[in-house]
Structures are given as C-alpha cells and as structure tokens.
Nanobody, 122 residues
Framework: QVQLVESGGGLVQPGGSLRLSCAASGSIFSINAMGWYRQAPGKQRELVATITSSGLTNYADSVKVRFTISRDGGKNTVFLQMTSLKPEDTAVYYC????????????????WGQGTQVTVSS
C-alpha cells in the first residue's frame, strides 16, 4: 500500500511564503510524476505544478514565477515552495503521485494525499 503524506500548510499573510512537502511511502519501485493540485471552496480541483522523474516541470499560469516545485527522487518526496502568496491562493493543496509502480512489471497506479490547508489572509 502506498501512502502520500503532506505537510507544511497553514495561515500566512499576503506576500508571505510557505513550503509544502509530500512524502510517498510504501513498497515503491518507481514513480513517474509527482505534483500538486489545489481546490478552493466551490471550485474544481486544479493543477498547480508537476514534476517528472527526469525533472521536467509544468506550472499553472497563475503560479508561474511565484511557486517552485522540486523533487527528491531518492526519497520519493516532492516540495512546493510558494512565495508572494495571494488571497486567491487559499485552497486545500493535494499531493499527487502518478504511475506509481511496486515492481518493474506492475501496472502504474495514481495516488492522492489527504490534502493540506493553505490560507492566505491578513
């Protein structure tokens, strides 16, 4: 069984910074891509940023320049450094691990974390 555990959310003032972490644990052979998504109240879940096993990154236009995603492949951990935070960044942030394999020949499975709340408010 694979689990994703997020940490680092909280309350921050506009213009502030937060760093989210997500660690994947369990019997893991490989993970294709990891990323962050968010869901604000009354809105659909949306992509924030993703990073592949080879380090290719993709960002939502709304967070480019302000957010940086990174990954420690050896520890199956992904980070999201968020700077210049705005009230509209307020949401529950979910970690995602795509194409998780428990062995070379296994079928890849997609996993989600439980989510961590980020609130940007003065």
């Amino acid at each position: 069984q694979v689990q994703l555990v997020e940490s680092g959310g909280g309350l921050v003032q506009p213009g502030g910074s937060l760093r989210l972490s997500c660690a994947a644990s369990g019997s893991i052979f490989s993970i294709n891509a990891m990323g962050w998504y968010r869901q604000a109240p009354g809105k659909q879940r949306e992509l924030v940023a993703t990073i592949t096993s080879s380090g290719l990154t993709n960002y939502a236009d709304s967070v480019k320049v302000r957010f940086t995603i990174s990954r420690d492949g050896g520890k199956n951990t992904v980070f999201l450094q968020m700077t210049s935070l705005k009230p509209e960044d307020t949401a529950v942030y979910y970690c995602n691990a795509d194409q998780v394999k428990v062995s070379r020949w296994a079928v890849g499975v997609n996993y989600w974390g439980q989510g961590t709340q980020v609130t940007v408010s003065s």
